[in-house]
C-alpha cells in the first residue's frame, strides 16, 4: 500500500539558517507525484513545492526546494534562510498510484516546524 | 477570486444532531474532495468527486455522506454525529489530471472545525 512517512514531528531552527524537514514514501507505480503544503497555525493549506517521479531534476521555488531521491523513496523539503514566518507545520503528500483518474493524495502526519529568532 | 470557500467555520453540536457542510469553489475545477485533520494524523480522505453527480469513498467515508449536485459546490453531511467527529474538515479542489500537464496541486478551503459534544 502507498504509504507517507514524516518522521519528525517538531523541530526547532534558528533564523536565517537552513532546515530540511525529512519525507519517505512507499509507492510500486513508477509515475506519482510529491507535494509539500504548509499549514500555519491559522490553519489554511498552502502549496509549496511539486516534484514528479519523472523529472530529471530537483524542484526549486524561491527559498524551498526539494531534495529528491528516488532510489531512497525519499523527498525532503529544504527551506533555506529561514524566517520567522516559516514556523508552521509542513506535509508531505503523495499523488496515489492510478492518480489520473482521481488525483486523489495520501499525506503524512506532519513535522511542526519553530523558527526561533 | 474567492478560491475554495467552506461554511460554517465553526459549529458545535451534540451527539446524534445532523449537520451540513458546505464547501463551493470558483475556479471550475472537477475534482472536489473532502479530508479531516486530526492531531498527530495528518489528513484523511473522508470522499471525493471526479464530477457533477459523481461521489466516491475515500478512506474514512464512515459516518458522512455527500453530495455534488453542482460542480461547483461538494456538500458533506453527518446524519447523526458522534465525539469521535470532533475534528477540523477541510475541503479541496483540483483540476482534473493530465500525465505530462501541470502540477494539478490541489487547492484547500480554509477549514471548519466541528465539535460534538
Known amino acids: 500500500a502507498q504509504k507517507i512517512t514524516q518522521t519528525q514531528p517538531g523541530m526547532f531552527v534558528q533564523e536565517k539558517e537552513a532546515v530540511t524537514l525529512d519525507c519517505t514514501y512507499d509507492?510500486?507505480?513508477?509515475?506519482?507525484?510529491l507535494f509539500w503544503y504548509k499549514q500555519p497555525s491559522s490553519g489554511e493549506m498552502i502549496f509549496l513545492i511539486y516534484?514528479?517521479?519523472?523529472?530529471?531534476q530537483n524542484a526549486t521555488e524561491g527559498r524551498y526546494s526539494l531534495n529528491f531521491q528516488k532510489a531512497r523513496k525519499s523527498a525532503n523539503l529544504v527551506i533555506s534562510a529561514s524566517q520567522l514566518g516559516d514556523s508552521a507545520m509542513y506535509f508531505c503528500?503523495?499523488?496515489?498510484?492510478?492518480?489520473?483518474?482521481?488525483?486523489?493524495?495520501?499525506f503524512g502526519t506532519g513535522t511542526l516546524l519553530a523558527v526561533q529568532p | 477570486n474567492a478560491g475554495v470557500t467552506q461554511t460554517p467555520k465553526f459549529r458545535v453540536l451534540k451527539t446524534g444532531q445532523s449537520m451540513t457542510l458546505l464547501c463551493a469553489q470558483d475556479?471550475?475545477?472537477?475534482?472536489m474532495y473532502w479530508y479531516r485533520q486530526d492531531p498527530g494524523m495528518g489528513l484523511r480522505l473522508i470522499h471525493y468527486?471526479?464530477?457533477?453527480?459523481?461521489?466516491a469513498k475515500g478512506e474514512v467515508p464512515d459516518g458522512y455522506n455527500v453530495s455534488r449536485l453542482k460542480k461547483q459546490n461538494f456538500l458533506l453531511g453527518l446524519e447523526s454525529a458522534a465525539p469521535s467527529q470532533t475534528s477540523v474538515y477541510f475541503c479541496?479542489?483540483?483540476?482534473?489530471?493530465?500525465?505530462?500537464?501541470?502540477?494539478?496541486?490541489?487547492?484547500f478551503g480554509p477549514g471548519t472545525r466541528l465539535t460534538v459534544l
Open positions: 516534484q514528479g517521479s519523472y523529472d530529471q
Open positions: 468527486s471526479v464530477g457533477e453527480g459523481t461521489t
Open positions: 503528500a503523495m499523488r496515489e498510484a492510478g492518480g489520473g483518474a482521481t488525483n486523489k493524495l495520501i
Open positions: 479541496a479542489s483540483s483540476y482534473h489530471y493530465v500525465a505530462g500537464g501541470s502540477y494539478n496541486e490541489q487547492f
Open positions: 509507492t510500486s507505480d513508477p509515475s506519482y507525484g
Open positions: 475556479m471550475n475545477h472537477e475534482y
